[in-house]
């Protein structure tokens, strides 16, 4: 028998979860062992241990209000936990010391950042984005030391280097045509001479080369840039579960694994909060048409969930249900509102200008009152700039009140299979009936992807189980 031919181009990324302990990190190197028999060119991103870009954050905001007691114990517990996996994975010796003092540097570092934030009492997106993406900057040495013992010839690369983005602090957007160019002159000569790539997930830097972050979840994202610039074959992220599944697992413990998935579906799934896939990952794929696959590094040899450009789903099938958290529902409502022109392009206009995003949109027809969803970290904020906005109304009695209802989740219910499907919604609204939940208001994509709703916190994973047992485990059977 002779061997199949070496596939080209792969990029592999592992989640926190997958590179956060001793015994995964372990795996996961395996994984890449494996891969770099198989594939001729392999580039791997890796996020931060599970748990420590949470930690530098709260280490940065403490140490902004004045918390100095709880800054220094979670600087002291990140840098246990990586020297404790240093001292679990790679044995004593010259790869240890170097490893031992880079990552103690890192943490130096982080100490004066947050003693300087301590000092000026204020914490800027900036000075985040500076310390956030240390996780990844240890954890991707500690991979590619562990790699190098295991003898996979591999090179820790910090993204800063890599990946230009604009200046948006926490949720930057990648510059692509820099970006590959840096990736051509950096990536591409690694491993073109066979060393294995570790590239930190997460971060970037402007032009001028100050660091910026990707927005939270985002190393699947910096999977998908290097992608799309190296021209890579398939992308594969490796999770703690075996695919995209139905719902969130921890959720609806019925949940089933997705086999396939088109890329408008997983837009819709990871914007509508599906955490398994970063919202922005699948854009720089697209156009290419890369497929991506979501792997379990926990069950490697289970196939997972191939996410393409050109599966069509069956009429009929629905896919997933999502949920987004946190939320508040902001109405805007008066009798007189009906003969107010441009109030909704108003209010949106004065939402705007706060840059809160808004999630859902719905207007009675009656024209009484408009309402919409956003995150209730904006809430207060909103509210303020609408009612500044509508301050005339307010005062002449055309528009009542501006106020929101807090604690509500959208519960989305996602699949390409509903389109020109009739009764989907009533199904829906038939479980959630017999659940004896409470819809406050609905809204469906114009596409037919989805149908939203709104309801109380309280009743959301109720919600979530009624409805995948009504369309998704009958669907099964
Ligand atoms: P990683 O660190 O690998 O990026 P995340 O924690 O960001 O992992 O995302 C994986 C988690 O997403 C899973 O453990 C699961 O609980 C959650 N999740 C939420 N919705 C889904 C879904 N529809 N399918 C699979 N996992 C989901
Ligand atoms: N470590 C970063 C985060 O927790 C990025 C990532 O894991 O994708 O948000
Ligand atoms: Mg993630």
Known sequence: MHSSPKKDVLVMKFGGTSVGSIDSLRQAAEIVAKGVKEWRHLAVVVSAMTGVTDALLTSAT?????????????????????????????????????????????????????????????????????????????????????????????????????????????????????????????????????????????????????????????????????????????????????????????????????PELSYSEVGELAYFGAKVLHPKTIRPIVERGIPLWVKNTFNPDFIGTRISKQFQRPPGILTAITTIRSLSIVNVEGRGMLGVPGIAARTFAAVARQKASVLMISQSSSEQSICFVIPTASAAQVIRSVEDEVALELMRGDIDRVWAKDKVEIVTVIGSGMRETPGVSARIFGALGRAGINVIAIAMGSSEFSISLVVASRDANKAVRAIHAEVIEKAAV
């Open 62 to 258: 403490a140490a902004g209000n004045g918390n100095d007691r709880i800054y220094r114990a979670s600087i002291d517990d990140i840098l246990k936990r990586h020297l404790d996996v240093i001292a679990g994975l790679i044995d004593e010796g010259e790869l240890r010391t170097e490893l031992e003092s880079q990552v103690t540097q890192f943490v130096q570092e982080l100490r004066t950042y947050c003693h300087s934030i301590h000092v000026l009492g204020e914490v800027t997106p900036r000075g985040l984005d500076t310390i956030a993406p240390l996780g990844e900057r240890m954890n991707a040495r500690i991979f590619a030391a562990l790699l190098q013992q295991m003898g996979v010839s591999s090179r820790a690369v910090d993204a800063s280097g890599l990946i230009v983005t604009d200046n948006n602090f926490t949720n930057a957007a990648p510059l692509l045509d820099l970006t590959r160019a840096r990736v051509k002159n950096i990536l591409v000569p690694l491993m073109e001479q066979d060393i294995t790539p570790v590239v930190t997930g997460f971060a970037g830097a402007t032009e001028s080369g100050i660091t910026t972050t990707l927005g939270r979840g985002g190393s699947d994202y910096t999977a998908a840039i290097l992608a799309d610039c190296l021209d890579a074959d398939e992308v594969w992220t490796w999770t703690d579960v075996d695919g995209v599944m139905t719902a969130d697992p921890r959720i609806v413990p019925e949940a089933r694994v997705i």
